[in-house]
């Protein structure tokens, strides 16, 4: 199965040109003890970890790429803070075409690895997606390159890439198929903003139950959460100072967007701290046994945070978005098991340990 297996998504792209590699048709889990320990009776996780390239940006590449096919292009130019250009550069490998990408100044290394596995060249770019003024001149350099006969530029958000984020719109209709119930609300991490409004509009195109859309952001990059959550209009750009890899998107982007489309599902904004992302990354392994990055556990953060102040019901359908392998950050497996050693015992010690007393 792959999202192709949706009529409205196949329509777009003939046939011969479709690319995939198995990507959608990721699990919704139902929470057995996060949930229960906060009285969500009814709390699930859409585990997009398990994408082929490790990351819900799976969806974006299968739809980019074969539009690029169909239209003849063999050339990708793209940019990324790790997920995209691996997913890119995953099915750039599959179609035969070329893979170019600049990446964040902070991205972690083994995202960079994974691209230069599937054979995408890379360059990191000073102050790219930390500083506002330096991420809008490399989008903008991107844009020129792009402009050469058989090169197309992919960036994850529709204000860059419209066709391929069509293609991130497959998980509401998954969602809207995979719950018994109507859900309630959709928790989705935000860095430029194209998840949440991709979800929000999938809902709105092909299910009659629109959840609420609910955006998550790290305080240390308020572009969206905030202005959504005090009734403001537009995204703002910030000096970005969060650590979370893959969120660090200081420009509007889908900025605006995403404010009046979750806005209009009922949804609001929601801002967590580091720390307290870092704390549902390690409550989602222990206690769930899903093994996702930090970025990946920021929309749970933000579902505890609400369900402790009050602001969703308990006993909703409540959806979080877990959008990236726990593989894809080494330095937050780091944190997640600081301390804790592997020793190496004699076969004799092992056998006495399970003898019984």
Same mark, same amino acid.
């Given at each position: 199965?792959?999202?192709?297996?949706?009529?409205?998504?196949?329509?777009?792209?003939?046939?011969?040109?479709?690319?995939?590699?198995?990507?959608?048709?990721?699990?919704?889990?139902?929470?057995?003890?996060?949930?229960?320990?906060?009285?969500?009776?009814?709390?699930?996780?859409?585990?997009?970890?398990?994408?082929?390239?490790?990351?819900?940006?799976?969806?974006?590449?299968?739809?980019?790429?074969?539009?690029?096919?169909a239209?003849?292009?063999?050339?990708?130019?793209?940019?990324?803070?790790?997920?995209?250009?691996?997913?890119?550069?995953?099915?750039?490998?599959?179609a035969?075409?070329?893979?170019?990408?600049?990446?964040?100044?902070?991205?972690p290394?083994?995202?960079?690895?994974?691209?230069?596995?599937?054979?995408?060249?890379?360059?990191?770019?000073?102050?790219?997606?930390?500083?506002?003024?330096?991420?809008?001149?490399?989008?903008?350099?991107?844009?020129?390159?792009? !402009?050469?006969? /058989? #090169?197309?530029?992919q960036?994850? *958000?529709?204000?860059?890439?419209?066709? $391929?984020? @069509?293609?991130?719109?497959?998980?509401?209709?998954?969602?809207?198929?995979?719950?018994?119930?109507p859900?309630?609300?959709?928790?989705?991490?935000?860095?430029g903003g194209?998840?949440?409004?991709?979800?929000?509009?999938?809902?709105?195109?092909?299910?009659?139950?629109?959840?609420?859309?609910?955006?998550v952001?790290?305080?240390?990059?308020?572009?969206?959460?905030?202005?959504?959550?005090?009734?403001e209009?537009?995204?703002?750009?910030?000096?970005?100072?969060?650590?979370?890899?893959?969120?660090?998107?200081?420009?509007?982007?889908?900025?605006?967007?995403?404010?009046?489309?979750?806005?209009?599902?009922?949804?609001?904004?929601?801002l967590?701290?580091?720390?307290?992302?870092?704390?549902?990354?390690?409550?989602?392994?222990?206690?769930?046994g899903?093994?996702? !990055?930090?970025? /990946? #556990?920021?929309?749970?953060?933000? *579902?505890?945070?609400?369900?402790?102040? $009050?602001? @969703?019901?308990?006993?909703n359908?409540?959806?979080?978005?877990?959008?990236?392998?726990?593989?894809?950050?080494?330095?937050?497996?780091?944190?997640?098991?600081?301390?804790?050693?592997?020793?190496?015992?004699?076969?004799?010690?092992?056998?006495?340990?399970?003898?019984?007393?």
């Open positions: 199965m792959s999202i192709w297996r949706w009529d409205d998504l196949a329509a777009k792209v003939a046939a011969d040109s479709r690319i995939t590699l198995g990507e959608g048709e990721t699990p919704l889990v139902a929470s057995r003890r996060i949930g229960r320990a906060l009285g969500l009776s009814r709390l699930s996780f859409k585990v997009e970890c398990a994408n082929p390239s490790g990351s819900y940006k799976d969806r974006f590449a299968a739809m980019a790429i074969s539009h690029m096919k239209n003849g292009q063999s050339q990708c130019i793209a940019t990324s803070s790790g997920n995209t250009g691996a997913a890119l550069a995953a099915y750039c490998a599959a035969g075409v070329s893979c170019e990408i600049a990446v964040v100044e902070t991205a290394e083994n995202k960079l690895r994974q691209m230069q596995a599937y054979g995408a060249r890379i360059y990191r770019v000073k102050g790219f997606g930390l500083d506002a003024e330096a991420t809008r001149q490399t989008f903008e350099a991107l844009r020129r390159r792009a !402009e050469r006969p /058989g #090169a197309a530029l960036i994850s *958000a529709y204000h860059y890439s419209p066709d $391929g984020m @069509i293609g991130v719109q497959s998980i509401a209709y998954e969602l809207a198929t995979q719950s018994d119930l859900i309630a609300h959709v928790f989705c991490p935000a860095g194209g998840l949440a409004l991709a979800v929000a509009r999938g809902f709105q195109a092909g299910s009659a139950n629109s959840p609420r859309i609910e955006c952001q790290p305080v240390g990059n308020n572009t969206i959460a905030g202005p959504l959550r005090d009734g209009d537009q995204a703002r750009k910030v000096v970005c100072t969060t650590t979370i890899s893959g969120l660090q998107v200081p420009d509007v982007i889908d900025g605006d967007e995403t404010i009046a489309a979750c806005r209009n599902s009922g949804g609001t904004g929601h967590v701290e580091d720390d307290e992302v870092w704390e549902a990354q390690f409550l989602l392994a222990r206690d769930e899903i093994f996702c !990055e930090p970025a /990946g #556990a920021v929309a749970l953060a933000g *579902a505890l945070r609400a369900a402790r102040n $009050g602001e @969703i019901d308990r006993d359908s409540i959806v979080c978005m877990v959008t990236g392998s726990g593989f894809k950050d080494s330095n937050s497996i780091e944190r997640m098991v600081a301390g804790r050693s592997c020793p190496t015992v004699e076969l004799g010690e092992l056998l006495a340990r399970d003898s019984p007393s």
